[in-house]
């Protein structure tokens, strides 16, 4: 109760510094941001939305050159890693993706164009104007896959008439050595060019090297406008992931240091947990790498017709993954090579009581996929080709009924077809054989099949909603709105999908800003209705039929598990008591809970499994001897990533010096409450309440120029969970992945 009674004080004090960026004048008071979260730019704090948005220049002072990083900027936001992929929740809404398989939860966006991966958030994150996150469905206009909100990433684009550019250097401890650049060229009246890039390295936090970073990137634009109502802006970008990649530690963590899952240490301690041997083992090598390529080409044309602006975007992407990973304490090989193409048209009216957009939206995506995963006593090689169309219309109007008064309705219709045609083998342990010479031999089973699936998921997703402007600077709107995450498809040979999962959003808010444009507080309400939600676990599926019933074996599977209600309050308070000082606070406070979630699961040792949960026997029919498979009934526990409190406290000072010069203090922290990262409930899945803090003092000369910047984040050291995974082979044993340990060091940022 304390920690509540400290939160809810400090929203009355404080309030959001990250989504700000010029408008209004430097010392005149907050500045304002444009956003394009609903596809038209209007001023963030008339946005009649629940969002949040960072700009590119505070994700250069916090060293976020990754998705991960993001956790630590905005509360309703959880990103934490999977292997090579990346796992996004908004307020608990998110998908484990850590297949072939999976798609997010939450919608990923680069410059409007939709990234179906979960592996794409990777290469991306340098030379950005801003990163705006949307709280909630966003069905209507983003579409499929936005049932928990959706993340826009917004990249710098070329200035006509402009020529000039940054470079950015970093280096601190773990060898860590980061930097970016950017040249924009004005190639006359109507053309103009940007080319950036990123290198960001450092070495591994764990003690055997896993969860280090090398990250190369590159980005080119031209842009034309011929000044008279046509212009188009065509993007090229590539990106490389290499490095060993992620880590995970077995449970409890041992010692004091960060052990990784290669460490002898760990090894040891995995292999005293039964079954020991000689039933057969695999433990974590330090072989374990990543070598990922992403490739894009974009085109974004807009045409002023009169009576609206026309908007077309075709795209292209492509995924080529290729890694080994330890992370979840068996081994994980992945070859995999995406390809995706989309278009989006749309007419936009800007102007007149009624402002609108309708369009049309087409995808289209194809997986080869080779996945590998070996636990010791069970191994499965999934070899996949996936395929997915998409098909989508939409509008969305807001109709002025008054000076002050308007409302909005919207709707989509999606058509998604999913295709696949899998083969897989599940090779479960089933004993062993002598040969008379005393030595074990290991027997395992050879249980093929395959899955071929061809399947439509249509869904019409609506939104409504009403704004009332209570001053010139005070905003009140409500909301209803809708969406839904495609149904998912795995490998098996009998019921081989889940049905879609649907969320319907109620919002109130309230945007304001007072005491002559110093103070500024926002306010939301939620209230979330989650149905058929979608998990990904290693669960039973039928492989194969007998006179006794069907039979199933070990499979990493997405089923429909649940559904839940979430509501709570969030508090996006800002305040410049002078033109040298900055106070910011965003307070969010969550319940999430299951009404029902349950689900199958595998146990091949036939000992009931470790879960935080009722846990019962069942009649299903297992593939092995000895194994077993039972029910698991969660009701009532809370989502995971779903902390009830979250606060970002930050203080911002800048000190005038006698030569014109200046320095500029910085302080944030973050609080969290407890929450769960492992739908398994158990207690060493249980990040506890914690603190991490950031500081940095930064020096620029008369002129600004140049800036000079010392740092360091995560002061306290905290070990944060990020994820955490059970042994599908031992019961009970958890594997944990952490966030950054305490980092700093030294930046230089030169403008030309």
């Not at 700009?55 to 900027?73: C, E, I, M, N, Y």
Request: net charge neutral; hydrophobic share 40%.
């Amino acid at each position: 109760m304390h920690l509540k009674y400290l939160l809810m004080a400090s929203a009355l004090i404080a309030g959001p510094a990250m989504a700000q960026s010029p408008n209004v004048g430097q010392n005149a008071g907050l500045q304002d941001i444009v956003v394009t979260a609903q596809r038209r730019e209007e001023n963030l704090q008339k946005a009649a939305l629940a969002v949040s948005a960072v700009t590119g220049d505070t994700l250069v002072k916090q060293s976020v050159t990754q998705a991960t990083d993001l956790s630590r900027l905005v509360p309703a936001l959880q990103v934490a890693p999977a292997a090579s992929f990346t796992q996004i929740y908004m307020r608990g809404i998110g998908s484990f993706g850590a297949n072939a398989f999976a798609e997010q939860g939450v919608a990923f966006n680069l410059d409007g164009i939709y990234l179906s991966r979960p592996a794409a958030p990777a290469a991306l994150f340098y030379d950005l104007e801003r990163i705006e996150a949307l709280k909630g469905p966003q069905g209507t206009l983003y579409g499929r896959n936005a049932s928990g909100g959706a993340l826009n990433v917004i990249t710098a684009k070329p200035k006509l008439g402009e020529t000039g550019g940054f470079v950015n250097a970093e280096y601190g401890n773990y060898n860590a050595f980061k930097t970016s650049a950017a040249i924009n060229l004005a190639l006359g009246e109507q053309w103009a060019a940007r080319l950036s890039g990123q290198y960001a390295r450092h070495d591994g936090y764990m003690s055997d090297g896993y969860d280090d970073e090398n990250t190369g990137a590159l980005r080119g634009q031209v842009k034309f406008d011929n000044r008279a109502g046509i212009n188009a802006t065509l993007m090229l970008d590539y990106g490389h992931v290499g490095g060993k990649g992620s880590g995970g530690t077995i449970m409890p963590l041992l010692g004091n240091g960060r052990l990784g899952p290669s460490d002898p240490a760990v090894v040891a301690a995995y292999l005293s947990k039964s079954p020991t041997a000689p039933v057969p083992q695999i433990t974590a090598k330090g072989d374990g790498f990543q070598d990922n390529s992403y490739y894009g080409a974009a085109l974004t044309a807009n045409a002023d017709l009169g009576f609206a602006t026309l908007t077309v975007i075709p795209a292209w992407r492509k995924t080529d993954l290729n890694f080994l990973s330890y992370a979840s304490s068996f081994l994980i090989r992945d070859i995999e090579k995406s390809r995706q193409g989309s278009v989006e048209a749309r007419l936009a009216n800007r102007s007149g009581p009624v402002n609108w957009v309708a369009g049309a939206y087409w995808f289209n995506e194809h997986v080869d996929a080779n996945q590998r995963y070996d636990q010791g006593s069970n191994g499965l090689q999934v070899n996949s080709l996936l395929d997915t169309q998409s098909l989508a219309a939409f509008g969305q109007a807001t109709v002025t009924l008054a000076p002050t008064f308007r409302v909005t309705g919207g709707l989509r219709y999606t058509d998604d077809r999913k295709q696949q045609a899998t083969n897989f083998t599940t090779m479960p342990f089933v004993g062993f054989v002598s040969p008379g010479t005393g030595n074990f031999t290991p027997i395992f089973a050879s249980i093929p099949a395959v899955a071929t699936t061809d399947i439509h998921f249509r869904k019409a997703t609506w939104k409504a909603g009403v704004e009332y402007d209570v001053a010139p600077r005070s905003l009140f709107y409500a909301s209803v709105a809708t969406g839904f995450k495609s149904g998912a498809l795995y490998a098996a040979s009998g019921q081989n999908y889940s049905a879609p999962e649907n969320l319907t959003a109620y919002t109130i808010g309230s945007k304001n800003r007072f005491l002559d444009n110093r103070l500024q507080l926002n306010v939301e309400a939620f209230w979330w209705d989650y149905r058929n939600q979608q998990i990904s676990h290693l669960g039973p599926v039928q492989v194969a039929t007998t006179p006794g019933g069907a039979v199933y074996a070990p499979v990493f599977l997405t089923e429909n598990a649940g559904g839940a209600k979430l509501y709570g309050l969030e508090a996006e308070v800002l305040f410049k008591p002078t033109p040298h000082d900055l106070l910011t606070a965003d307070i969010q406070w969550l319940h999430a809970r299951y009404k029902t979630f349950g689900y199958y699961a595998y146990s091949s040792s036939g000992a009931t499994p470790a879960a935080g949960c009722a846990v019962a026997p069942t009649s299903r029919i297992a593939a092995t001897t000895g194994a077993a498979i039972f029910s698991v009934d969660c009701s009532g526990r809370p989502l995971v990533n779903a902390p009830d409190w979250t606060i970002n406290l930050a203080y911002e000072h800048k000190f005038d010096l006698a030569d014109g010069a200046n320095l500029t203090f910085g302080a944030d922290t973050r609080i969290q409450s407890a929450s769960y990262v492992s739908i398994d409930y158990l207690p060493d899945g249980r990040q506890g309440a914690y603190t991490t803090s950031n500081a940095r003092l930064a020096y620029e000369p008369a002129g600004g120029r140049y800036t000079l910047t010392a740092f360091v984040n995560n002061i306290e050291d905290t070990r944060v969970f990020s994820a955490s995974f059970q042994s599908p082979v031992k019961n009970g044993v958890l594997y944990n992945q952490l966030r950054a340990p305490r980092t700093f060091g030294i930046r230089g940022s030169l403008r030309f």
